[in-house]
């Protein structure tokens, strides 16, 4: 059974978030690196800015690795990047040393990129089964059953054998680079955090498994031996059967 969690607005989500990652950063040893990769889009904007305004002290960014699910194929300074959204809304706002960040190279070559991004993933995460092991992987949904940057035509980059993927945003063309469900199904905890009803029929979808729900990358997110969480405003869960 999936961790559901129903949220009354944005900021209470942001709070059970904020506090979920603050333990789960307390309980390594400070002496550990803890992995985090980040969503990218719109919905993280206001949750990492309540992250930095009511955590920004508590947490020991020293022990923490940044890494992003996607970027976009776009310069660090372009309005589309994830990088730089992340930056406005987080990272310019704690003190995060410039080695803990592992940004993808949104302006470089995508393909020899995904394999650059790949080598760093390797280098600093420690692997188990010979797959690195984040201690958390942020997800995002879109209104289509995308996440990360694996859409429903491209189903199969998720499995594919490669950590590191070029994928293809198949409404503006745009190149993306995606991690796989390689890295996110071999992770300690995995967190979909899904605002707004403009998701609502796609979370009814996945969760409660209807027609066509296998078709979807997000619903190819099952995490082998991690906890798999949905934090969900009350927005995004509207279209859910009450029971639910
Ligand atoms: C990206 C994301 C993507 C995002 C969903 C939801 O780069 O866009 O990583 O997977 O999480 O598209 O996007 P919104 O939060 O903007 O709805």
Same mark, same amino acid.
């Given at each position: 059974?999936?961790?559901?969690?129903?949220?009354?607005?944005?900021?209470?989500?942001?709070?059970?978030?904020?506090?979920?990652?603050?333990?789960?950063?307390?309980?390594?040893?400070?002496?550990?690196?803890?992995?985090?990769?980040?969503?990218?889009?719109?919905?993280?904007?206001?949750?990492?800015?309540?992250?930095?305004?009511?955590?920004?002290?508590?947490?020991?960014?020293?022990?923490?690795?940044?890494?992003?699910?996607?970027?976009?194929?776009?310069?660090?300074?372009?309005?589309?990047?994830?990088?730089?959204?992340?930056?406005?809304?987080?990272?310019?706002?704690?003190?995060?040393?410039?080695? %803990?960040?592992? !940004?993808?190279?949104?302006?470089?070559?995508?393909?020899?990129?995904?394999? $650059?991004?790949? +080598? #760093? =993933?390797?280098?600093?995460?420690?692997?188990?089964?010979?797959?690195?092991?984040?201690?958390?992987?942020?997800?995002?949904?879109?209104?289509?059953?995308?996440?990360?940057?694996?859409?429903?035509?491209?189903?199969?980059?998720?499995?594919?054998?490669?950590?590191?993927?070029?994928?293809?945003?198949?409404?503006?063309?745009?190149?993306?680079?995606?991690?796989?469900?390689?890295?996110? %199904?071999?992770? !300690?905890?995995?967190?979909?955090?899904?605002?707004?009803?403009?998701?609502? $029929?796609?979370? +009814? #979808? =996945?969760?409660?498994?209807?027609?066509?729900?296998?078709?979807?990358?997000?619903?190819?997110?099952?995490?082998?031996?991690?906890?798999?969480?949905?934090?969900?405003?009350?927005?995004?869960?509207?279209?859910?059967?009450?029971?639910?």
């Amino acid at each position: 059974m999936d961790n559901i969690h129903f949220f009354e607005n944005r900021d209470e989500l942001s709070d059970f978030f904020a506090r979920d990652l603050y333990e789960k950063i307390k309980e390594k040893p400070d002496k550990e690196v803890f992995s985090i990769a980040l969503s990218g889009g719109s919905t993280p904007k206001h949750i990492f800015q309540y992250l930095s305004s009511h955590y920004h002290k508590n947490i020991n960014w020293e022990k923490v690795y940044f890494f992003w699910g996607d970027e976009r194929c776009v310069p660090p300074e372009d309005k589309e990047s994830n990088f730089r959204m992340t930056k406005e809304n987080l990272l310019k706002n704690i003190p995060i040393p410039d080695n %803990n960040i592992f !940004r993808i190279k949104g302006e470089n070559q995508p393909e020899s990129e995904a394999k $650059e991004y790949e +080598k #760093t =993933i390797r280098k600093n995460i420690h692997a188990l089964n010979g797959i690195p092991v984040f201690d958390y992987i942020m997800l995002g949904l879109g209104d289509d059953g995308h996440t990360v940057s694996i859409f429903p035509d491209q189903l199969d980059l998720f499995d594919s054998g490669k950590l590191t993927v070029v994928a293809i945003n198949p409404y503006s063309g745009q190149k993306r680079i995606s991690i796989t469900g390689q890295l996110i %199904n071999n992770a !300690r905890n995995v967190a979909f955090l899904i605002t707004g009803k403009a998701k609502a $029929e796609m979370v +009814k #979808t =996945i969760l409660e498994k209807k027609n066509g729900w296998q078709n979807l990358p997000a619903s190819k997110v099952q995490p082998t031996f991690g906890e798999l969480l949905f934090l969900l405003d009350k927005e995004a869960a509207a279209s859910l059967n009450p029971g639910y």
